[in-house]
């Protein structure tokens, strides 16, 4: 699940998501939130 503010990798067993969102120091919004429930 990834959108312009959170990366979502994976590589085998190990998953990564990242905020992306350095213009407002990586604050969560409502939809990243989501984000990282859905991931």
Do not use: C, I, K
Not at 21 to 28: D, G, L
Not at 32 to 38: F, G, K
Request: aromatic share 10%; proline share 5%; glycine share 2%.
């Amino acid at each position: 699940v990834s959108t312009t503010d959170t990366l979502f990798e994976t590589d085998g067993p190990l998953a990564v998501l990242t905020f992306n969102r350095p213009q407002a120091h990586n604050a969560m919004t409502w939809a990243m939130y989501q984000a990282l429930v859905d991931a």
